[in-house]
T-cell receptor
Framework: AQSVTQLDSQVPVFEEAPVELRCNYS??????LFWYVQYPNQGLQLLLK??????LVESINGFEAEFNKSQTSFHLRKPSVHISDTAEYFC????????????FGQGTELSVKP | NAGVTQTPKFRILKIGQSMTLQCTQD?????MYWYRQDPGMGLKLIYY???????DKGEVPNGYNVSRSTTEDFPLRLELAAPSQTSVYFC?????????????FGPGTRLTVT
């Protein structure tokens, strides 16, 4: 069965520092991978996704994630974070035969300090 | 467009009471989902629907029921509330099965069962 593990529950960083949020998955078939962001007291918003093609995907606000099939990872990175990036980030996976159903990781709380 | 709306925002139930969490979307989406979010656990799929009149179980359906009589509405029913159902509930929707379609989330309902 597929599963998603986010290796860090909390990541505190200072403003303008780089950050990496780690995500590993397990699956025996082709997968689609997603990162969602949840700002305080809001629902989840799609940040970026990998479906096929280039293994490096980017969001409009400077985040990027790289699909690594050999390491079954989809880590999220940003070279310089802002206070406004403070949020909870969820990695999610769906197998190609699962009709759009998502399996979420436990979430990583990113806290950006001035 | 209001997107995905959920009511109520907050609710406190006593053990054994019943209630319905409402979810409405105005984007004419076929697919709708109910998730619960527990601290440190990520989101778990409760039920989903691929169109009016069609529903199916997710990972954690026990203690819940759903119906989908219209495209717009997907209510979640708790018949005999238990403390284990204390959680934040999110409704989501998307247009179709493919992953080019993004899931849109509502703002959530925070439920406490005491």
């Amino acid at each position: 069965a597929q599963s998603v593990t986010q290796l860090d529950s909390q990541v505190p960083v200072f403003e303008e520092a780089p950050v990496e949020l780690r995500c590993n998955y397990s699956s025996s078939v082709s997968v689609y991978l997603f990162w969602y962001v949840q700002y305080p007291n809001q629902g989840l918003q799609l940040l970026l996704k990998y479906l096929s093609g280039s293994t490096l995907v980017e969001s409009i606000n400077g985040f990027e994630a790289e699909f690594n099939k050999s390491q079954t990872s989809f880590h999220l990175r940003k070279p310089s974070v802002h206070i406004s990036d403070t949020a909870e980030y969820f990695c999610a996976v769906s197998e190609s035969n699962q009709g759009g159903k998502l399996i979420f990781g436990q979430g990583t709380e990113l806290s950006v300090k001035p | 467009n209001a997107g995905v709306t959920q009511t109520p925002k907050f609710r406190i139930l006593k053990i054994g009471q019943s209630m319905t969490l409402q979810c409405t979307q105005d984007m004419n989406h076929n697919y709708m989902y109910w998730y619960r979010q527990d601290p440190g656990m990520g989101l778990k799929l409760i039920y989903y629907s691929v169109g009016a009149g069609i529903t199916d179980k997710g990972e954690v359906p026990n203690g819940y029921n759903v119906s989908r009589s219209t495209t717009e509405d997907f209510p979640l029913r708790l018949e005999l509330a238990a403390p284990s159902q204390t959680s934040v509930y999110f409704c989501a929707s998307k247009m179709g099965q493919g992953f080019s379609y993004e899931q849109y989330f509502g703002p959530g309902t925070r439920l406490t069962v005491t």
